[in-house]
């Protein structure tokens, strides 16, 4: 048993409390290898934005959890190199799909986790995520439960459709599970590919695909039943074209990727939305930039000069969202 206290880390509590009451978000952004970890804590470091770094169960089978768990230290003694003397970062995990993997998480020094049962039945997500809140609130980590089903695909969560959040469900469900935060259903997706050509619009100016709006409606009605409870955002990566361009220009192939335009998440984070998930959009940049590189240059072959160019355009991505579009800037 490691506490994440040891480790240097912060739970969400008093990140979140502060974020409802200043009307920001904090960002929440996934990471699976040192290029990215490097770009997140850097650009959190520089713009003084708390922060929550997100590992999914593929992610920790991905890097290792001994080794992810010594990352996350090293990355708090890295922020404070980098000039930030009392760093807020959480880590937390991602998609927790069972008792068994969001326990050992706590035990292995995370600082909050999240289960997501969303797709079971209604009585058997609140038993699971109250057993889960139980044994994390003993060591004082928070949890995130989920209310409503996201479509998309996003490493093992997929979904074909979505169902928004019910917000007559949202009081029974947080008072008898105890969660700490919420996620819900209002029309957001995993991955890069949010919005089937036949769900949007087209720009005739530009030719682009415009998505649907999100259910603010459903957000107002969820925060009108919880007035001041954290409400979490997950596939809030809005597909930066610069980037899907860039992919396309040097041999890749991502037709029609579509995200959430940013000034809907500027919207939501003004509101009880305290964590906006973003994955694909680093995923994006990461590839653009590498694939730039072999382009250009094909006789390279040292890692460190296609991954630097990825960790620097990361490191813009993720000060852009923090400054742009969360404003959780000069908060920690
Ligand atoms: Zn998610």
């Given at each position: 048993?490691?506490?994440?206290?040891?480790?240097?880390?912060?739970?969400?509590?008093?990140?979140?409390?502060?974020?409802?009451?200043?009307?920001?978000?904090?960002?929440?952004?996934?990471?699976?290898?040192?290029?990215?970890?490097?770009?997140?804590?850097?650009?959190?470091?520089?713009?003084?934005?708390?922060?929550?770094?997100?590992?999914?169960?593929?992610?920790?089978?991905y890097a290792n959890q001994t080794l992810l768990r010594y990352m996350a230290q090293g990355a708090v003694e890295y922020a404070k190199e980098l000039g930030w003397e009392h760093p807020q970062i959480c880590l937390h995990l991602d998609h927790g799909d069972?008792?068994?993997?969001?326990?050992?998480?706590?035990?292995?020094?995370?600082?909050?986790?999240?289960?997501?049962?969303?797709?079971?039945?209604?009585?058997?997500?609140?038993?699971?995520?109250?057993?889960?809140?139980?044994?994390?609130?003993?060591?004082?980590?928070?949890?995130?439960?989920?209310?409503?089903?996201?479509?998309?695909?996003?490493?093992?969560?997929?979904?074909?459709?979505?169902?928004?959040?019910?917000?007559?469900?949202?009081?029974?469900?947080a008072t008898r599970t105890g969660c700490d935060s919420l996620a819900i259903s209002i029309g957001t997706s995993h991955g890069a590919y949010k919005f089937t050509p036949e769900q949007c619009t087209r720009d005739p100016k530009t030719g682009r695909l415009?998505?649907?709006?999100?259910?603010?409606?459903?957000?107002?009605?969820?925060?009108?039943?919880?007035?001041?409870?954290?409400?979490?955002?997950?596939?809030?990566?809005?597909?930066?074209?610069?980037?899907?361009?860039?992919?396309?220009?040097?041999?890749?192939?991502?037709?029609?990727?579509?995200?959430?335009?940013?000034?809907?998440?500027?919207?939501?984070?003004?509101?009880?939305?305290?964590?906006?998930?973003?994955?694909?959009?680093?995923?994006?940049?990461?590839?653009?930039?590498?694939?730039?590189?072999?382009?250009?240059?094909?006789?390279?072959?040292?890692?460190?000069?296609?991954?630097?160019?990825?960790?620097?355009?990361?490191?813009?991505?993720?000060?852009?969202?923090?400054?742009?579009?969360?404003?959780?800037?000069?908060?920690?």
């Amino acid at each position: 048993m490691v506490s994440f206290k040891e480790l240097g880390l912060v739970n969400t509590r008093e990140m979140f409390a502060k974020a409802i009451k200043g009307g920001y978000a904090i960002p929440a952004f996934n990471f699976n290898n040192m290029e990215q970890l490097q770009a997140i804590i850097k650009a959190a470091a520089e713009t003084k934005s708390p922060v929550i770094l997100q590992v999914s169960k593929g992610a920790r089978n991905y890097a290792n959890q001994t080794l992810l768990r010594y990352m996350a230290q090293g990355a708090v003694e890295y922020a404070k190199e980098l000039g930030w003397e009392h760093p807020q970062i959480c880590l937390h995990l991602d998609h927790g799909d069972s008792f068994e993997l969001c326990k050992s998480c706590v035990d292995f020094g995370f600082s909050s986790v999240m289960i997501d049962a969303s797709s079971l039945p209604y009585e058997e997500n609140i038993a699971l995520t109250k057993k889960v809140v139980d044994y994390a609130h003993q060591y004082d980590v928070t949890v995130e439960a989920e209310l409503g089903v996201l479509a998309g695909v996003e490493d093992e969560v997929s979904s074909a459709v979505s169902h928004y959040t019910k917000p007559e469900e949202v009081v029974d469900f947080a008072t008898r599970t105890g969660c700490d935060s919420l996620a819900i259903s209002i029309g957001t997706s995993h991955g890069a590919y949010k919005f089937t050509p036949e769900q949007c619009t087209r720009d005739p100016k530009t030719g682009r695909l415009v998505p649907p709006p999100l259910a603010f409606d459903v957000l107002d009605a969820v925060m009108e039943k919880l007035p001041g409870f954290p409400i979490v955002l997950h596939g809030s990566s809005s597909v930066p074209q610069e980037y899907v361009d860039m992919i396309n220009k040097y041999g890749g192939k991502l037709p029609d990727a579509v995200g959430i335009p940013e000034e809907q998440l500027r919207k939501a984070a003004k509101s009880a939305v305290c964590k906006i998930n973003i994955d694909s959009d680093s995923r994006l940049a990461f590839t653009a930039a590498v694939r730039k590189v072999f382009a250009e240059k094909p006789a390279e072959f040292d890692p460190r000069k296609y991954c630097g160019p990825a960790r620097d355009l990361m490191t813009e991505l993720y000060k852009h969202k923090i400054i742009n579009v969360l404003g959780s800037d000069g908060k920690a």
